[in-house]
C-alpha cells in the first residue's frame, strides 16, 4: 500500500473514531441531563396524580440540540435504566413498576418526543438562523409533544387509572401551558447552542470519497511532478 493510501486510510479512521466517541458523550451527557431535571421536585395535578415535571422541558432539549437518532438514543438509555431500578425518574422511582402507574404512558413517550422533535430540528438547522429557527424548533417540540406525547400520557391515565378517555383527555389539558412555556425554553436554549456550535447538526468530517480523492491526486501529482523533474534533468533547455 502507498503511503498516500496509507494516510488517506489513517485519515478516515480518525474522524470516524473521533465522531462516534463524541456522540457516545454527547448521548452520556444528555441521558444525564434527563436524570437531573427529573430530580426537580414534581407538582402533582389532576385526578390521577401525573406530576407536572421538567423531564419534557430535558427531552425536547436532546432532540432540538442533538438531532432525532442521539437524541432518540440519549432518552432511551435514560427511560431504559430508570426501568431498570434507576430512581431517575420524577419522584425519585424506578423500576418496571412505573409502568402500572398513571406516568405510563408520558414515559413510554420519551423516546419518540425526542425522535420527532430532533428530525424538525435537523431540518430547520439547515434552513434558518436566530428567531426564525427558535420558531421552527418551538412548533416543532411542540408538535412533537401534542401528537405523541399527549395521546400516549392520556391513554396511559385512561388506562392505569381506570379513568374513561374523556376524562383522562380533559385531566392532560392542565399540562398544556406547561409544555407551551417548556418548549419555548427549550427552544430558546437549542437556539444559543446551535450558534455555539453550529456543527453539532451538521455531517462533520471528511467524507471517504473525497479523502481517497485527495490521497489519488497526491499520488498522481507527485509521480507528475517526478517525471517532470526527471525529464528537466536530461534536458537542461527545458524550463
Known amino acids: 500500500m502507498s503511503q498516500a493510501h496509507s494516510t488517506a486510510s489513517a485519515g478516515i479512521t480518525r474522524p470516524r473514531s ?9 448521548i452520556a451527557v444528555f441521558a444525564a441531563m434527563l436524570a437531573a431535571f427529573a430530580m426537580m421536585p414534581p407538582v402533582p395535578v389532576g385526578p390521577a396524580g401525573v406530576p407536572i415535571t421538567l423531564q419534557t422541558f430535558a427531552i425536547a ?17 435514560y427511560v431504559v435504566l430508570g426501568l431498570l431500578g434507576l430512581p431517575i425518574f420524577s419522584g425519585m422511582n424506578g423500576g418496571i413498576g412505573v409502568l402500572a402507574g398513571p406516568s405510563a404512558g408520558y414515559i413510554l413517550s420519551f423516546t419518540l418526543y425526542a425522535l420527532a422533535a430532533g428530525l424538525v430540528a435537523r431540518w430547520a438547522v439547515r434552513r434558518f438562523r436566530g ?43 392542565a399540562y398544556w401551558p406547561g409544555d407551551i412555556i417548556k418548549n419555548i425554553l427549550a427552544a430558546s436554549v437549542a437556539v444559543l447552542i446551535h450558534r455555539a ?3 453539532v447538526l451538521r455531517r462533520r468530517g471528511v467524507s471517504m470519497d ?13 509521480h507528475l511532478n517526478g517525471a517532470a523533474a526527471s525529464a528537466a534533468e536530461r534536458e537542461p533547455g527545458v524550463k
Open 18 to 26: 473521533a465522531g462516534r466517541a463524541g456522540n457516545i458523550a454527547l
Open 61 to 77: 432539549l436532546c432532540g432540538m440540540v442533538l438531532g432525532p437518532w442521539r437524541g432518540a438514543a440519549a432518552t432511551l438509555l
Open 131 to 173: 428567531m426564525r429557527l427558535g420558531i421552527a424548533l418551538f412548533l416543532g417540540g411542540f408538535a412533537a409533544s401534542l401528537l405523541l406525547n399527549h395521546p400516549l400520557g392520556i391513554l396511559g391515565m385512561s388506562i392505569n387509572a381506570d379513568l374513561p378517555l374523556r376524562v383522562a383527555a380533559v385531566a392532560d389539558l
Open 197 to 199: 456550535f453550529p456543527d
Open 210 to 222: 473525497s479523502l481517497v480523492g485527495a490521497g489519488v491526486d497526491s499520488a498522481a501529482g507527485a
